[in-house]
Nanobody, 116 residues
Framework: QVQLVESGGGLVQAGGSLRLSCAAS????????MGWYRQAPGKQRELVAR???????NYADSVKGRFTISRDTTKKTMYLQMNTLKPEDTSVYYC??????????WGQGTQVTVSS
């Protein structure tokens, strides 16, 4: 069973930065894609950024130019560097991994709160 553990959330002022980490229990090449999603209270979960096994990335329009997704295969960890944070970025952020065998795995989430 795949386990994903997020860390790095917290409280930050608008304009600040945070880096989220997602540590996987298996090697990252197990996954077809990995991504970060977020869900604010009363809203649907939305894709923030995604990276494919081949390293292709894509981002939600709302975070382009501010957030960067990356990974370190030696550490079995995916990252989300978040710069120039805005109050509307406040959400619970979830790590996701989709395996070649069709398994869809999620982390427990980490809270990001951006104060104005």
């Amino acid at each position: 069973q795949v386990q994903l553990v997020e860390s790095g959330g917290g409280l930050v002022q608008a304009g600040g930065s945070l880096r989220l980490s997602c540590a996987a229990s298996v090697i990252l090449f197990t996954f077809d894609t990995m991504g970060w999603y977020r869900q604010a209270p009363g809203k649907q979960r939305e894709l923030v950024a995604r990276i494919t096994r081949g390293g292709i990335t894509n981002y939600a329009d709302s975070v382009k130019g501010r957030f960067t997704i990356s990974r370190d295969t030696t550490k079995k960890t995916m990252y989300l560097q978040m710069n120039t944070l805005k109050p509307e970025d406040t959400s619970v952020y979830y790590c996701n991994a989709f395996s070649f065998d069709g398994r869809d795995s999620w982390g427990q989430g980490t809270q990001v709160t951006v104060s104005s």
